[in-house]
């Protein structure tokens, strides 16, 4: 059974003498080169994206990002890093019927929520992810009460061979939006 075939520049480790130092000098490999993808970049630049009608502003990693249409749902923006393999959508949309985090997951969620790798719902927010088919969707939606009651959300998915470098890009982005309350 093949498992995995060598190219050419890992030749190399099929000096190595056993197959669990073989799959963690590939795993080492394959990691390096995701962690690069990123690092490759320079130092992220962020840029503050805004939604004026909503009140909505969250830390964009423009260096990573450009423009690519309108988001699936809601008023706002849609991005994609240049090889098409992440993508972030930022939109926000009236939440007319006051729902609350929990109310919301219950009549949006696609997924069952055993599939959920990580979920935390608060008051005014809830942080979902998830992995699935080699690909994390992470999402996270803050709900702002009052006059302008709404609902402030983003997605963003990306590879999951990347995670330790997305980390804190999602960690900035998702502390970043805004309005936040309670």
Same mark, same amino acid.
């Given at each position: 059974?093949?498992?995995?075939?060598?190219?050419?520049?890992?030749?190399?480790?099929?000096?190595?003498?056993?197959?669990?130092?073989?799959?963690?000098?590939?795993?080492?490999?394959?990691?390096?080169?995701?962690?690069?993808?990123?690092? #490759?970049?320079?130092?992220?630049?962020?840029? $503050?994206? !805004?939604?004026?009608?909503?009140?909505?502003? =969250?830390?964009?990693?423009?260096?990573?990002? =450009?423009?690519?249409?309108?988001?699936?749902?809601?008023?706002?923006? @849609?991005?994609?890093?240049?090889?098409?393999?992440? =993508?972030?959508?930022?939109?926000?949309?009236?939440?007319?019927?006051?729902?609350?985090?929990?109310?919301?997951?219950?009549?949006?969620?696609?997924?069952?929520?055993?599939?959920?790798?990580?979920?935390?719902? *608060?008051?005014?927010?809830?942080?979902?992810?998830?992995?699935? #088919?080699?690909?994390?969707?992470?999402?996270?939606?803050?709900?702002? *009460?009052? *006059? @302008?009651? *709404?609902?402030?959300?983003?997605?963003?998915?990306?590879?999951?061979? !990347?995670?330790?470098?997305?980390?804190? =890009?999602? $960690? @900035?982005?998702?502390?970043?939006?805004?309005?936040?309350?309670?």
């Amino acid at each position: 059974m093949i498992i995995f075939s060598l190219k050419p520049p890992l030749v190399s480790l099929m000096r190595l003498r056993s197959l669990p130092s073989l799959m963690v000098a590939l795993f080492s490999v394959l990691h390096t080169s995701a962690h690069a993808q990123l690092r #490759d970049l320079g130092p992220i630049e962020w840029r $503050t994206f !805004e939604i004026p009608e909503f009140g909505t502003r =969250v830390q964009l990693p423009a260096s990573i990002f =450009v423009p690519a249409g309108k988001p699936e749902r809601g008023s706002g923006q @849609r991005f994609e890093r240049a090889d098409g393999r992440a =993508v972030l959508s930022i939109y926000s949309r009236p939440n007319d019927a006051g729902e609350s985090p929990a109310t919301y997951l219950q009549h949006n969620l696609r997924v069952d929520r055993s599939a959920l790798d990580y979920e935390r719902i *608060a008051r005014s927010f809830f942080a979902i992810s998830l992995e699935r #088919d080699g690909v994390i969707l992470y999402s996270r939606c803050n709900f702002s *009460a009052g *006059a @302008r009651a *709404a609902i402030h959300c983003f997605d963003l998915t990306y590879p999951q061979e !990347e995670k330790r470098s997305w980390d804190a =890009v999602v $960690t @900035r982005i998702s502390l970043s939006l805004r309005p936040l309350e309670g």
